[in-house]
Every structure is written in C-alpha cells, then in structure tokens.
C-alpha cells in the first residue's frame, strides 16, 4: 500500500516531504515539541535514500538528480513557510507594502529551502541506509545552516539545535563546543532512530542505542555539575549590578505627536519606579520613540533629570544621526540623569528591507523603501564594541542581532553582561517573539554571561549565565522586573574549529565505509 503510494511523484516529492518541513516547528517555541524530530528526521533521511533510489525506475525525470533538489526544496519549504511566515506580519504596518505579503509569503521560504535543496541534490546520491551516510547527511545538514547564517546578510534562524531548549542540562555544552557543533550533533541524534531499520546486526544496533543514550547521559550529567558549580559561584560573588528592565508595551506606531511622545516617556518612568539613593541601570527596549531622533528627544531632558540622579544610567534605543552623511544609526545608547549619551553602539546587523534597502538606488525609482519610518536607509556601524559604563563591560545586541552567534564569538574579550533590547511588535500575534527570544538562552550560554533582554511587545527577561530564566515578563505583559546581576567574566567560544572538525572526522568515516563498500 505505501510503497504504491511512494511510486506518486507528486505525493513523494512534494507532498511528503512538505508535510513532514512542516510539523518540526512544533519541535521549537513555544510548542517545544521536541520528540516530534525523531519522527521526522529518520523519515526524511530514509525517504531520501528512497527518492534516489527509484528515481530512475519510477519517477523518470532526467537528470533524475533534480528529484532529490526537488525532495529538499519541499521539506524546506514546509519548514520555513511555516516558520518565518511572521516575517510578513511586518508589511502590514504599511498600506505600501501590503500588496507583497502574498510574495513575500512564498519568495522567502523558497529562496531559503534552496539551502536545504541543494545539501539534498549533492548528498542524496550517496547515501544508503546505514550509519556512516546518516552521518555525512548530519554533516550536510549542518554545514548548510551554517552557510545560511554567513550567505547575504546571513539569517540563522531556527536552528535545529534550539528545538531543545526544554533540557537545560544538555545545553551547557554549548558553551564548550559552539553553536553550530551542537547543532550537527542535534541532527545526528533526531536522525539515528532509523537504525532500527537497518539492515545490520543486532550487535552494532545495540552498540549505536548504547552509545547514543551513554552520550546524552554524559551530557546531561556534565551540564547538572555545571549548572550546580555554578550555584556555589554565584552565592559567593560579591560584584553585582542592580537592574531593572522595563516592558511598555507599547503599539507598533509612527507619526507620533510630541506629546505622545511624552507620554511614553512618562510610562517609562512610572514603570522604571526610580530610587533615586539607590545605583541602577534601568533597560529600555528599542523602538520606544518611534520615528524620532535622539537630538528630537532632548526637548524631554527636565523630565529625565526630574525623576532620575546621578545614581542612574539608563539604556535604550533609538536612531542617531551621523553628521557627516546626514542619514541615521539604530542605536543603544547610555544616558545619564542629565540626559547626556555616556556610550553608544550603532547596530551592525541591520535587517533587509526593514533597516536597508538592497540596491536602493534603483529600488527607490520603483516606490520601493524600507519598511521602518523613513525613504533612507540605515547606516550599518562600522565596528563591533562593547559599551563600558563604570565596571561594567557590556555587550550590545540590538533585535535581531541575538540571532547571531558570531557577534558574540567575535565581542570584547572582557564582556561581563550581554543587554538585547528589541522590538517585536512587528511579529504581531504570530509565533516570532517566542522563537525570538528562545535565541536568548543559548546566547547567554555560549558567552557565559548573564543576558538581560527589554523587548516591546515581546518576551523580557533576566537569564543567567547557564540559560536559566530567572525572571521574565511575557510577551504583551507591562511592567518592570529587578535583580541584583552577579558580573561574570566572559568565557566564549573564540572559533568554529571543533564544528569543523566534526565535520571533517564525519566526511572520513562515511569515505571509509564507501571505500569498503567498494571492495
């Protein structure tokens, strides 16, 4: 019966794999399905070895490799259209843009299920249903979300490592390994189930269960000592920094009047409940003063200086001109009770079409611009610093900036604090912040650092330098939360050298089994 159903291009090559793209985003925020990618993986990879198989006898399309382009395009397909589709809530703001939500709709996940089309078309012909081709497919895989994270402006969104964030203990070793290792060996582990099909001993089955439950074993155990080690530090660090963080929840809006203005500045203040004997840093999100600049905002510094001492440094974003271009930077900056900027950091990883415009003098012809408010495109900042602020040695990270494992690998040697402020009511209702802000945890990880997160409209938090949410304000939810920050020096991942290693011992143990196979 399934085998006559399989013969069906239509339902093999599009449907199927369509089906399963789509049902692993149940596996990450905020369904946390995570048992749902044992199921699907080992689908995948054996429906894989299926398609190449029968290509030529059944499907009869040359060059039969477009089968397995079409087979990945598919499973990409279903897997980014279901989620990214938020992506198009952000056209909505604008009547201008609303005509592209049905391309934007179909374009994005298709240009990015290309990644996973082409790691299927050169890998697919060499694989077989034993251990070492389910390797060199991990290693594909894994190498392709790698690629997706540098190619363009990069966008290394749902990884499949962060469908395990149920499991804190297993996620420590992020810290040692990297992102993208844990990644591969995600894939690796959702992708073994299938052995139960090969056609191998029982032996070498039990050898692989053994070892793959004895692996996760250790790490659970590793990431519990951590995790616990840890608890004893933190009781003993005397260097700590009181915080708030404050969640407005404001709407998504331009055109604001000056008083509206003030009026959110007069919200910011009663949620940040200022004491003024008592040293903080109060953490605002990005996005507060939509529209303005901050030489627009100076005209508020009575209420600022009101409210606020000498005793406070306030964090927030907001766009700040460049005088010798004349457009703006989307910037954090640090003012005191005197409303004067002490640091700033002007984002670098700005968002296509919503901060820049690609290719926008030709664009602009057209009607085109960026989403946000403004025909101009974004200054990009030139270098990657951190934001110093007495002992403090902070590194800035602004929206989606979090999604990107290499601002943190390439900051400050002496970061002790990671603050992502954003703005995230342009996901709307849709499923964006809560996967938005799931990159959070393993930033924090890797960086060993404790991540304080001021997101509008989205999920606010305090996590500590091992992933744990130690407060938080739901995505939608107003109001402040407070903590003593204990200030931890840095310990992060420098380089992607054991990704690449991995990589390479999974290539030559799969080119060792072909070359026996050959004999």
Same mark, same amino acid.
């Given at each position: 019966m399934i085998e006559r159903y399989l013969k069906n291009r239509l339902v093999t090559l599009?449907?199927? &794999?369509?089906?399963?793209?789509?049902?692993?985003?149940?596996?990450?925020? /905020?369904?946390?399905?995570?048992?749902?990618?044992?199921?699907?993986f080992p689908l995948f990879f054996s429906l894989l070895v299926y398609v190449n198989k029968k290509s030529r006898a059944i499907y009869r399309k040359k060059p039969y490799r477009i089968n397995l382009f079409i087979f990945g395009i598919s499973?990409?397909?279903?897997?980014?259209?279901?989620?990214?589709?938020?992506?198009?809530?952000?056209?909505?703001?604008?009547?201008? #843009?609303?005509?592209?939500?049905?391309?934007?709709?179909?374009?994005? &996940?298709? #240009?990015?299920?290309?990644?996973?089309?082409?790691?299927?078309?050169?890998?697919?012909?060499?694989?077989?249903?034993?251990?070492?081709?389910?390797?060199?497919?991990?290693?594909?895989?894994?190498?392709?979300?790698?690629l997706r994270a540098y190619i363009l402006t990069g966008f290394p969104w749902n990884l499949w490592a962060y469908s395990t964030t149920l499991v804190n203990e297993i996620l420590q070793i992020v810290n040692q390994i990297g992102i993208y290792s844990y990644n591969l060996l995600t894939i690796t582990i959702f992708t073994l189930p299938i052995i139960i099909f090969f056609q191998i001993s029982n032996v070498k089955k039990f050898l692989i269960i053994f070892s793959t439950l004895s692996f996760i074993l250790s790490l659970y155990i590793y990431g519990n000592y951590e995790i616990n080690k840890n608890k004893k530090f933190l009781e003993n660090n005397t260097e700590k920094i009181y915080v708030k963080i404050i969640s407005p929840n404001f709407d998504l809006q331009y055109g604001l009047s000056t008083k509206e203005i003030e009026g959110r500045l007069k919200k910011l203040v009663r949620y940040?409940? /200022?004491?003024?004997?008592?040293?903080?840093?109060?953490?605002? /999100?990005?996005?507060?003063?939509?529209?303005?600049?901050?030489?627009?905002?100076?005209?508020?510094?009575?209420?600022?200086?009101?409210?606020?001492?000498?005793?406070h440094y306030i964090i927030f974003g907001v766009n700040k001109?460049?005088?010798?271009?004349?457009?703006?930077?989307?910037?954090?900056?640090?003012?005191?009770?005197?409303?004067?900027?002490?640091?700033?950091?002007?984002?670098?990883?700005?968002? &296509?079409?919503?901060?820049?415009? /690609? #290719?926008?003098?030709?664009?602009?012809?057209?009607?085109f611009k960026k989403i946000t408010e403004g025909h101009g495109s974004f200054l990009a900042g030139q270098e990657r610093k951190n934001i110093l602020i007495d002992n403090l040695n902070i590194l800035p990270l602004i929206c989606y900036e979090i999604i990107f494992p290499n601002l943190i690998k390439n900051s400050?040697?002496?970061?002790?604090?990671?603050?992502?402020?954003?703005?995230?009511?342009?996901?709307?209702?849709?499923?964006?912040?809560?996967?938005?802000?799931?990159?959070?945890?393993?930033?924090?990880?890797?960086?060993?650092?404790?991540?304080?997160?001021?997101?509008?409209?989205?999920?606010?938090?305090?996590?500590?330098?091992?992933?744990?949410?130690?407060?938080?304000?739901?995505?939608?939810?107003?109001?402040?939360?407070?903590?003593?920050? &204990?200030?931890?020096?840095?310990?992060?991942?420098?380089?992607?050298?054991?990704?690449f290693i991995l990589l390479?011992?999974?290539l030559l143990i799969f080119l060792i089994n072909k070359k026996q196979y050959a004999k």
């Open positions: 599009y449907l199927v &794999p369509f089906i399963l793209g789509s049902l692993t985003i149940l596996s990450f925020e /905020p369904f946390n399905l995570t048992i749902i990618n044992f199921l699907v499973f990409g397909f279903g897997f980014y259209l279901s989620g990214v589709s938020w992506i198009t809530n952000s056209l909505t703001f604008d009547e201008n #843009f609303k005509t592209l939500i049905p391309f934007a709709f179909i374009l994005i &996940p298709l #240009f990015l299920s290309l990644f996973l089309g082409l790691t299927t078309l050169i890998i697919g012909k060499y694989l077989k249903l034993d251990f070492a081709s389910l390797l060199i497919f991990s290693a594909l895989l894994a190498f392709s979300d790698y940040s409940d /200022p004491d003024k004997e008592k040293r903080t840093i109060f953490i605002w /999100p990005e996005g507060v003063f939509s529209g303005y600049s901050f030489d627009e905002i100076l005209i508020f510094n009575k209420l600022i200086s009101k409210n606020f001492s000498n005793n001109l460049d005088p010798a271009s004349g457009l703006f930077y989307n910037s954090m900056i640090v003012i005191n009770n005197n409303f004067e900027i002490i640091q700033s950091y002007n984002k670098r990883k700005l968002v &296509p079409f919503g901060e820049f415009l /690609p #290719f926008e003098d030709i664009l602009n012809n057209f009607g400050n040697e002496n970061t002790n604090l990671i603050v992502n402020i954003s703005e995230d009511g342009w996901f709307g209702q849709s499923i964006g912040p809560d996967q938005h802000f799931a990159k959070s945890i393993f930033r924090a990880i890797e960086n060993n650092t404790f991540l304080l997160r001021s997101a509008n409209r989205g999920v606010s938090a305090i996590i500590d330098n091992k992933g744990k949410i130690i407060k938080k304000l739901n995505r939608n939810e107003a109001g402040n939360i407070e903590y003593e920050v &204990p200030l931890i020096k840095s310990n992060k991942i420098k380089n992607d050298l054991i990704f390479i011992t999974y």
